[in-house]
């Protein structure tokens, strides 16, 4: 056979290797198959360090003969799919590792090499274990059928979550989460996310006794106070979150919140709010408070008092001048109409042309003299007694008249008692 033949019956064996390849083999000599994620556990635990908190994820696994391997494949829920590791290998067969989330974390001596983002992001709680062990230069792959369940460290207290460095000679203070966190989602470098820092005055007096008393929900009132608060809000990069004083006067005595979370990224970061305490002390803040002297109101700032002072006292001021100046206006008033009415009463009196004011003035007329009855008179050249007056009617007319007179009379007896009553009334009304 020819070299020609030779190299042309190579190449047909290499493209009948590949079209006859396996399933399992996804490289030259690589294999991978599915393992069962009994005795799989992923623990994690938080260590304190001068720099902050520090996540350690460490791996069990069940026991096996042999040298192998083990990675890390994180996805966000139960049902997510196993990662394509063909993705991932290089051409010697080895896979590309990072500590990043969405990648293929290496766990050297069963340690999850893993950003600490894992523990500020939102989801990412279950994962792929994936274990390999190199024979005769072959490496071979094994990855659990499902995800296993990774618990994330519970949070903080409240209080607790982020630590407050005072700097007073700079006048600033520093925050830094009290919890494992990192930089950027997808990257290993630091200083990549927002806090969102709130500095307040606590003014409500309930929320203060709260907080004296160390009610077991006193920082949960305090949290929801300092959102309601509308106060400057300060973002900082939480690799030097740093705010100065400059926009905030403290108060001496006064107690103060410092409200912090990380600002969200698109909801790739969890919800992780704390609320600090603090009280102020020669201008500044201090972390220890002294309950005897602390308060919910400013106590050396007396301006708001005398302004308020002064303002009740030119109120009062000016009422009595009103009042003053009203009285004097209505005595005037009075006066002027008492005398308006005793001249009209005087000029009445003394008119005259008017009756009935002073009855010796203007006496009764005499009672008429009393006529003899007219004697009965023929009726002469008087037929059917025409033109006749009727002599006997006339005694009744006179007895009318005297009636008349006698209650003339008693209306002049009455006289003096109304002029009296009516000297009365004008009397009770001056």
Request: glycine share 6%; proline share 6%.
């Amino acid at each position: 056979m020819t070299k020609k033949n030779n190299l042309l019956y190579l190449v047909f064996l290499f493209l009948l290797s590949i079209v006859f390849l396996p399933n399992d083999v996804h490289a030259l000599g690589t294999t991978i198959t599915d393992i069962s994620n009994d005795e799989f556990v992923i623990e994690t635990t938080v260590k304190s360090k001068s720099n902050g908190k520090q996540l350690n994820m460490k791996l069990s696994v069940p026991k096996v003969s042999g040298d192998y391997s083990y990675y890390t494949y994180f996805v966000k829920s139960s049902s997510d799919s196993k990662p394509n590791l063909n993705k991932y290998l290089k051409s010697d067969g080895t896979l590309k590792v990072s500590s990043a989330l969405g990648g293929i974390n290496y766990a050297p001596s069963k340690t999850v090499a893993i950003d600490n983002d894992w523990y500020l992001a939102n989801g990412y709680e279950y994962a792929y274990i994936i274990r390999c062990i190199k024979k005769n230069n072959k490496y071979n792959y094994e990855i659990t059928q499902r995800p296993i369940a990774v618990k994330k460290p519970d949070l903080p207290l409240l209080n607790e979550r982020y630590k407050i460095t005072l700097k007073k000679e700079f006048n600033k203070i520093v925050v830094t989460p009290n919890f494992p966190y990192g930089g950027g989602l997808g990257s290993s470098s630091y200083g990549n996310h927002q806090l969102s820092i709130k500095v307040g005055m606590i003014t409500d007096a309930n929320l203060f006794e709260r907080l004296k008393n160390n009610a077991t929900d006193a920082y949960d009132s305090v949290l929801n106070y300092a959102k309601g608060n509308n106060v400057k809000v300060y973002n900082v990069s939480d690799s030097s979150a740093e705010v100065v004083f400059t926009d905030i006067k403290i108060e001496d005595d006064v107690l103060y919140y410092i409200y912090t979370t990380y600002l969200d990224a698109n909801n790739e970061y969890r919800k992780i709010d704390g609320v600090s305490v603090l009280m102020g002390q020669d201008g500044f803040l201090v972390d220890t408070i002294d309950w005897e002297v602390a308060s919910y109101q400013v106590k050396n700032d007396s301006s708001g008092l005398l302004i308020f002072g002064a303002a009740v006292a030119i109120i009062i001021f000016v009422l009595i001048i009103y009042i003053k100046i009203k009285d004097k206006k209505e005595a005037k008033m009075v006066k002027k109409s008492k005398e308006d009415f005793m001249n009209k009463f005087m000029n009445s009196v003394n008119d005259p042309n008017r009756q009935g004011i002073n009855p010796q003035d203007n006496p009764p007329p005499p009672p008429p003299q009393q006529q003899p009855p007219m004697p009965n008179m023929p009726n002469q050249n008087m037929p059917n007694n025409q033109n006749m007056p009727n002599p006997n009617g006339y005694p009744n007319n006179m007895n009318g008249y005297n009636n008349g007179m006698n209650n003339y009379n008693n209306g002049m007896n009455g006289y003096p008692n109304n002029y009296n009553n009516y000297n009365n009334n004008n009397n009770n009304r001056f």
